[in-house]
């Protein structure tokens, strides 16, 4: 599934590029699949970019499961590429201070990549674990011309990265947002009968905001969800979101993920 999120950020480089296609941007002619080699290749993408650059989404792993940062790349006319190499080098200190790391190897080099009808022909220096994979796939997954990724000889689509997903997946606000009231948030679940907790607090655990939130759908299915809260704050200061299930069962808390942003009045 394309989040909202994920698909708004490629609504807004494509409206830049004042265009809604794309072609092949060294002859013209729509790209053939990068060869299968082990040399460095120029690979060819078919996903335009504004001029002036635009915000995209990378995702690394919090806890065993991926987790959502926003990088801004550009300006250049290859977004999807743009957005690979983020993935390639890794968390900021910032974004592991947050709990992202990437089970992509170091130093993993992209060496080709071409989008044909819909599938991305992706060739990197490594090879990948399943996660780091997963990773990969949903970045690219973002882009409205993508729709599969083919990578080490398999094709996956959505539904082959559901299993790394968080039950809540926030991609808006990315870590180390600052954020104004009210807090919009943003993102994809599938939590039991759609149903999460959210919560606005700062430094020290004081609850600033709380409430109850519902997505599309859950229990098995993946849906979106988008909410605000009102809080209050009389200066600039550090806090989080957080977002966690009531277990059915005893009404513990689980599938906790907490977004460090700063608050601001």
Do not use: W
């Amino acid at each position: 599934m394309r989040s909202a999120a994920a698909s708004a950020l490629v609504v807004l480089a494509l409206a830049a590029a004042g265009c809604g296609g794309s072609e092949d941007e060294t002859s013209g002619n729509p790209p053939a699949p990068p060869p299968p080699t082990t040399e460095p290749t120029t690979g060819t993408e078919t996903t335009p970019g504004p001029i002036g650059g635009t915000p995209v989404g990378v995702y690394f792993v919090r806890d065993g499961k991926l987790g959502f940062a926003e990088r801004s790349v550009g300006p250049t006319p290859k977004v999807a590429t743009a957005a690979l190499e983020e993935l390639l080098g890794g968390p900021t200190a910032s974004e592991q201070e947050a709990g992202l790391a990437s089970d992509v190897p170091q130093n993993t080099k992209l060496q080709a990549l071409a989008i044909k009808d819909g599938t991305a022909h992706v060739e990197l220096s490594n090879p990948l674990d399943a996660l780091g994979t997963a990773q990969v796939v949903q970045t690219l997954l973002q882009f409205e011309t993508v729709d599969r990724v083919e990578l080490e000889g398999a094709q996956r689509e959505p539904a082959d990265v559901e299993e790394f997903l968080p039950a809540i997946l926030v991609e808006s606000p990315a870590p180390g947002a600052e954020v104004s009231s009210p807090l919009k948030a943003s993102g994809t679940a599938n939590t039991f009968e759609a149903n999460f907790q959210a919560e606005v607090v700062e430094t020290g655990g004081k609850s600033l905001a709380k409430d109850f939130v519902t997505a599309t759908s859950g229990s098995g299915q993946r849906g979106t969800f988008e909410f605000e809260l009102d809080f209050f704050a009389d200066r600039q200061k550090p806090g989080k979101l957080i977002v966690y299930e009531r277990s059915a069962e005893d009404g513990s808390v689980i599938n906790k993920v907490e977004i460090p942003v700063t608050l601001t009045p």
